[in-house]
């Protein structure tokens, strides 16, 4: 029971893992995208109502090619372990000895004696399906992908993006003067990215503080460019 306890907690961090790095990658998008386009726009219109028009048709086609690279991403790893799968399954059916070896190999370097290795080697040979799913992930480094990854990966990317976009795009909504809306939408873009930024690197273990002003700097950044470019030949 204890194993199987052990299994499942692993699987879910693996899962969770998952999921946290396709929020990170639709948020960190969402946020920084919208806003240098807004911030570009604001330098150049008179309406915020046009601001708000091209923002929400760029999130809408921006959270769509980030959902898709995202169900990309997860087919390819899919179809990677299945075509790795094959391999090993074709090698044990024909060259079993040498497979046998493999598995010696393998605990060889964790230290076990050369009895305890054929011990091993000979019980999990016994059982073909458990001797690919050992060659799989002590030869290979290789995790079976959750079979749904590639739908989970693109709807929450997607919607993370879109969730990210709003957010500069909330001020234009409410104040029709787009200088007056790109000040708020600065403000509360900037103190988001840094939020983001705070938690995103405490996360992947960075230096909090240090990653948080990194992100709003890089976001602060796109959107002044996007502003002064729109400001010169506006």
Request: proline share 4%; charged share 20%; glycine share 10%.
């Amino acid at each position: 029971m204890a194993d199987t306890g052990h299994l499942y907690h692993h699987e879910e961090h693996l899962q969770s893992s998952d999921f946290i790095a396709d929020i990170v990658i639709g948020m960190a998008d969402g946020l920084t995208v919208p806003f240098a386009l807004a911030a570009g726009l604001s330098g150049a219109v008179a309406s915020s109502s046009l601001v708000v028009t091209a923002g929400i048709a760029e999130i809408v086609a921006g959270s769509i090619a980030m959902g898709l690279g995202g169900y990309l991403a997860g087919r390819t790893e899919a179809d990677h372990y299945e075509s790795e799968r094959r391999r090993e399954v074709d090698e044990v059916e024909r060259v079993p000895e040498r497979e046998k070896q493999e598995v010696r190999d393998v605990f060889a370097e964790m230290g076990l004696s050369p009895d305890l290795q054929n011990v091993i080697a000979d019980e999990l040979a016994k059982d073909k399906t458990k001797w690919v799913d050992f060659m799989m992930k002590y030869e290979l480094g290789l995790d079976e992908p959750d079979p749904n990854r590639a739908t989970k990966s693109a709807l929450t990317i997607g919607l993370s993006y879109v969730a990210g976009g709003l957010v500069p795009l909330a001020p234009y909504f409410l104040v029709n003067v787009p200088a007056d809306a790109l000040l708020y939408s600065c403000i509360v873009t900037l103190v988001c990215l840094f939020i983001f930024g705070y938690f995103k690197s405490k996360v992947t273990g960075q230096p909090p503080i240090s990653g948080a002003f990194k992100v709003t700097l890089i976001g602060a950044l796109a959107a002044a460019a996007a502003f002064g470019v729109a400001r010169l030949f506006g």
